[in-house]
């Protein structure tokens, strides 16, 4: 694949020299090996090639601080299994406060909620806050490696419990609270948690939503729980038997970091578990730690001055992500709110209030504005943001064009992409190199990303499997109760031994950049075409009278292939024989006339997983026939009635 334009946006050289990366890189050709010439893709060739000199050198470069040195940076190198910087004790937590010996009271967080009335919280506050709360978590039993759970919103008290449970060297673990307790006990009941910090309720999209009957049946089917803290976020008394959240944080004491192995667990994460249980995902301290500075330090280039906001929820990797901006001093932006309440330009007047530097929102978000009209530059003043990025699925070139016309010409937009089971990036923002639409401008430093054909041959510009050949720090170190590893080993490692596939189909460009197809397991394969989901929502969504669809592409007993596209239209919008014309024209043309859908058929909405995924595999093992009970996980899916219409679609077809 070649770029057929020229780019969107190129740094200039004031930018490009101004570079965290930059800077690391000469300093790193002088004390490591690298490369003093040749750009991004030199230090990225290196950064791959020479594991250990790349990672010791993140290492010293963001001065970790390693309470026993480590041995070497990487022992077994094998995947899974690879052992990283054994002999080292560290803490993650320690590392995100270290701002508060510098800058005590500078703003640490800011919280925002629907009001959009920012809250600061000092550096100092934080640590104090952080201090008192893991002296009590010590006090009521809490050791290493005990599980602390968090059934929270976006709020500064899910960062301090995390914080203080990573500062106790305890498993941290949360999901949001508009997950029904069906979803909860099916992530909490496998790592079976001590402690559990719980609101009340929340409020989004200006009601209030009440969850004390949700947290009595959690502690009711949580019989490994010793505490549970109530957060009185809608203001009411804490029920019987819990404890306040004001008097475990009111002391004013100095945190204690327990220094563990660097292998050491730090939280465990859910995949979206859309069959069977959420796969539980286990992430090291050392992993993470070093992996986050790498990723928002080098490739998002954060650092004391910056303002990070991302419109994210506990329930989602990129909350951990984003309380890891602490990690580079950065000031960190927690929205708990509706991303378009009171309008559709919420999340705009959250980035103005904030003074956000590095903005980051959905691709659907983007789509969103844009359908609705708005515009940012005119109504929100965003002259300190740098950067806008956007995840969650492929940012469409459409949206790459509105947001370089409708915030600013000068924007550089950053459409990364990664996964939940490596809490970070495989390919994202690099600030000094160009930004083409439709493209991710590189894989991640340290990350040997290729894309792969069956045979397991290296692919450019051709779509393949999204692989990665060597490990990274903070791909997961086993996943929850899975004692030989068996599941982790087939999650991964089953089509290619040893190497990381992913799950995503992916083009790598003649110039390094990455594009995104969509999953390779819901790929529509076509008379031997293959192409992603995404590249269909991409051109359909476009016309104003879809609001979401959802495209599925099945193999037949008689060896046929049927591929129906299922719309949900906008208000007003009827599906006529015209509209169904203009779907077609539209996908021959801009597509490929073997993609274009043998039927299309009107819903009343699309599934998601609770982290906002369409749900494509599930619906596809229904309407091959398989019974509900086995395709999904009810307590994955945010309206599981959504689901019982393929199912009667597909016996009306076996039917018929």
């Known amino acids: 694949m070649t770029s057929q334009t020229e780019p969107l946006w190129q740094p200039d050289e004031d930018r490009v020299s101004a570079a965290a990366v930059t800077r690391f890189q000469a300093w790193a050709a002088e004390r490591h090996g690298a490369p003093a010439h040749g750009g991004y893709e030199a230090l990225h060739r ?38 990283w910087f054994p002999g080292a004790t560290l803490n993650y937590a320690e590392h995100a406060l270290r701002a508060a010996e510098e800058r005590p009271d500078a703003t640490a967080l800011l919280h925002v909620d629907e009001t959009h009335e920012p809250r600061p919280i000092t550096w100092a506050e934080l640590r104090r806050q952080v201090g008192s709360l893991a002296a009590e978590l010590r006090r009521l039993g809490v050791r290493p490696g005990d599980r602390v759970s968090g059934y929270l919103p976006n709020i500064p008290e899910a960062v301090v419990a995390l914080l203080a449970t990573a500062a106790v060297g305890g498993v941290w673990t949360s999901c949001a609270p508009d997950f029904g307790a069906r979803s909860v006990l099916d992530r909490f009941q496998q790592v079976e948690p001590v402690v559990l910090f719980t609101v009340d309720g929340y409020r989004y999209g200006g009601k209030e939503h009440d969850r004390r009957d949700t947290v009595a049946e959690l502690r009711a089917e949580l019989p490994s729980l010793r505490a549970v803290v109530h957060i009185p976020l809608l203001g009411t008394p804490a029920p019987e038997g819990a404890l306040a959240w004001p008097e475990l944080t009111s002391a004013d004491t100095q945190p204690v970091f327990e220094h563990v192995p660097f292998d050491h667990p730090l939280w465990v994460l859910y995949s979206s578990g859309t069959t069977g249980l959420p796969k539980a995902i286990v992430q090291s301290q050392g992993g993470i730690l070093i992996e986050h500075v790498k990723q928002l330090g080098l490739h998002c280039d954060l650092g004391p001055d910056d303002v990070f906001f991302w419109y994210t929820s506990t329930g989602w990797m990129m909350w951990n992500f984003l309380v890891s901006g602490l990690l580079t001093g950065t000031t960190v932006v927690l929205y708990d709110g509706s991303p378009g309440y009171p309008d559709t330009g919420a999340q705009w007047r959250v980035a103005e209030r904030t003074g956000a530097t590095l903005y980051g929102t959905s691709a659907a978000y983007v789509m969103a504005c844009a359908k609705a009209g708005v515009h940012p530059a005119r109504d929100f003043d965003l002259s300190r943001v740098k950067c806008v990025a956007t995840t969650g699925s492929p940012l469409p070139p459409d949206g790459f064009r509105w947001l370089h016309d409708e915030v600013r010409e000068d924007l550089w937009i950053a459409s990364v992409s990664g996964g939940t089971d490596v809490c970070s990036c495989f390919a994202s923002a690099v600030p000094t190199l160009p930004v083409h639409i439709g493209e991710l401008q590189a894989a991640c430093l340290g990350t040997d990303l290729q894309s792969w054909d069956p045979s397991g041959k290296p692919l450019v510009g051709e779509v393949g499997e999204l692989v990665v050949t060597n490990p990274m720090p903070s791909m997961p170190i086993r996943f929850w109760n899975d004692p030989d590893g068996s599941r982790y080993r087939d999650s991964y490692f089953e089509m290619f031994p040893g190497v990381w596939r992913h799950g995503d189909w992916i083009t790598i460009t003649d110039h390094g950049s990455v594009v995104i197809h969509g999953r390779s397991d819901s790929t529509l394969n076509r008379q031997g075409v293959r192409m992603g989901s995404a590249d269909i929502y991409e051109a359909v969504e476009r016309l104003p009278e879809i609001r979401e669809s959802l495209v599925i592409g099945l193999e037949e007993p008689d060896g046929g292939y049927w591929m ?18 203009r779907i077609k024209s539209t996908i021959r043309a801009e597509l490929s006339p073997r993609h274009v859908p043998d039927d299309i058929i009107e819903v009343p909405a699309v599934p998601h997983t609770l982290t906002g995924k369409r749900i494509e595999v599930p619906v596809k093992r229904l309407l091959q026939g398989t019974p509900m009970a086995k395709a999904v996980n009810p307590g994955s899916v945010d309206n599981l009635d959504l689901l019982r219409f393929y199912e009667e679609l597909a016996a009306t077809r076996r039917a018929s």
């Open 46 to 83: 290196w950064s791959v090639e020479d594991l250990e000199g790349f990672w010791a050198a993140v290492a010293e470069w963001f001065d970790l601080r390693f309470a026993t040195p480590y041995e070497r940076v990487l022992g077994d190198r094998s995947m899974p299994g690879a052992e």
């Open 564 to 581: 129906p596209l299922f719309v949900h239209l906008a208000d007003g919008a009827t599906l006529d024989d015209e509209l169904i014309g």
